[in-house]
T-cell receptor, first 125, second 115 residues
Framework: GAGVSQTPSNKVTEKGKYVELRCDPI?????LYWYRQSLGQGPEFLIY????????DSGLPNDRFFAVRPEGSVSTLKIQRTERGDSAVYLC???????????????????????FGPGTRLTVL | AQTVTQSQPEMSVQEAETVTLSCTYD???????LFWYKQPPSRQMILVIR??????QNATENRFSVNFQKAAKSFSLKISDSQLGDAAMYFC????????????FGSGTRLQVQP
């Protein structure tokens, strides 16, 4: 597609229920990120995928949160036993990865733009 | 850990005037990237401008420019000739060049543009 898409746009659930949030990244983007944005705050990192594997899941708040990306494209964020504090906008972003050589001769990823989806607003009653 | 601070929860500017949004950050790294993102009510984050820490020249994108002060760890955004469509939340963000790929965001500044 033309951009990152996320479904559903809004999700209302009851405390204790299980939810799945879906992200379709831009075609060809190998990197995929999940962020959580609480009301009045900036987005906070949850997890980062490079291909099919979770390269960094240090932002997941607890073991009720889990994410997968089995074929290296679509990703699903799964939240078990939802709590009212999980209410937030969940943002997904994707980017391509290019390497650059720094002035010191080291290789690192470039600041390739992370393209964001419109988010899923999760409300836990 | 890196932190990003935006000390202005809200700013207001008259149409066609200039406004500056402030951002400071804390890091022990020497190589990193800084970004300004715009988030309209549609929720979609849009990249406005980026700065690479090893570049001394301040980035410019049309009406948007930054004042990057590496020693002071300051990264302000200047919007010239403000337009009604500039009204949105603006987030400053940091990303390591060598380590963590995730963005670290500030708490945002809500910009209102008065006609």
């Amino acid at each position: 597609g033309a951009g990152v898409s996320q479904t559903p746009s809004n999700k209302v659930t009851e405390k204790g229920k299980y939810v799945e949030l879906r992200c379709d990244p831009i075609s060809g983007h190998t990197a995929l990120y999940w962020y959580r944005q609480s009301l009045g705050q900036g987005p906070e990192f949850l997890i980062y995928f490079q291909g099919t594997g979770a390269a960094d899941d240090s932002g997941l708040p607890n073991d009720r949160f889990f994410a997968v990306r089995p074929e290296g494209s679509v990703s699903t964020l799964k939240i078990q036993r939802t709590e009212r504090g999980d209410s937030a906008v969940y943002l997904c972003a994707s980017s391509s990865i290019l390497l650059r050589t720094t002035l010191m001769g080291r290789t690192s990823g470039t600041a390739n733009e992370q393209f964001f989806g419109p988010g899923t607003r999760l409300t836990v009653l | 850990a890196q932190t990003v601070t935006q000390s202005q929860p809200e700013m207001s500017v008259q149409e066609a005037e200039t406004v500056t949004l402030s951002c400071t950050y804390d890091t022990s790294e020497s190589d990193y990237y800084l970004f300004w993102y715009k988030q309209p009510p549609s929720r979609q984050m849009i990249l406005v401008i980026r700065q690479e820490a090893y570049k001394q020249q301040n980035a410019t994108e049309n009406r948007f420019s930054v004042n990057f002060q590496k020693a002071a760890k300051s990264f302000s955004l200047k919007i010239s000739d403000s337009q009604l469509g500039d009204a949105a939340m603006y987030f400053c963000a940091y990303r390591s060049a060598m380590g963590r790929r995730a963005l670290t965001f500030g708490s945002g500044t809500r910009l209102q543009v008065q006609p």
